[in-house]
C-alpha cells in the first residue's frame, strides 16, 4: 500500500515554476527524514533535497540550490517542493520519500538512506 503521494507534476517551458507535493497522512509510521528524489529516463535516481521533520534543517543538491525549495505544513501532513526556473535538465520522475532517522552528512540524499517511497510525479520541461 502507497503510503506516500505526489502530485503537482506537469509540462512547463523553461524558466516557469513547479510546485510539488508529497502527501503524507496516509503514512503510519514516525519519520524524522523527509527528500525529494528525481529520476530521469537512462539515469540513476538522485537526491535533490532533504529535510529535517519540524526544523529548517535542509540538504540541497547543488544543481538545484537556489531555485527549488522545500517546505512542510504540518497541518495538513504535506510537504512541498516549490521550483522554480525550471531547467529542460529538471525533467524527471520526482519521489519522495521519508525514513525515521536522517543519516549523516551528504548521504541524507542517497536512495539507500530511505525506506518509504512514493509512485512519483512526472515533471517535464521544454526549451
Known amino acids: 500500500q502507497v503510503q506516500l503521494r505526489e502530485s503537482g507534476g506537469g509540462s512547463v517551458q523553461a524558466g516557469g515554476s513547479l510546485r510539488l507535493s508529497c502527501d503524507v497522512s496516509?503514512?503510519?509510521?514516525?519519520?524524522?527524514?523527509m527528500a525529494w528524489f528525481r529520476q530521469a529516463p537512462g539515469k540513476e535516481r538522485e537526491g535533490v533535497v532533504s529535510l529535517y521533520r519540524n526544523t529548517d534543517n535542509t540538504l540541497y543538491a547543488d544543481s538545484v540550490k537556489g531555485r527549488f525549495t522545500i517546505s512542510q505544513d504540518n497541518a495538513k501532513d504535506m510537504v512541498y517542493l516549490q521550483m522554480n526556473s525550471l531547467k529542460p535538465e529538471d525533467t524527471a520522475m520526482y519521489y519522495c520519500?521519508?525514513?525515521?532517522?536522517?543519516?549523516?552528512?551528504?548521504?541524507?540524499?542517497?536512495?539507500?538512506?530511505?525506506?518509504?517511497w512514493g509512485q512519483g510525479t512526472q515533471v517535464t520541461v521544454s526549451s
Open positions: 496516509r503514512y503510519k509510521y514516525s519519520y524524522t527524514c
Open positions: 520519500a521519508t525514513n525515521p532517522v536522517c543519516a549523516g552528512g551528504i548521504d541524507r540524499l542517497a536512495v539507500t538512506s530511505y525506506t518509504y
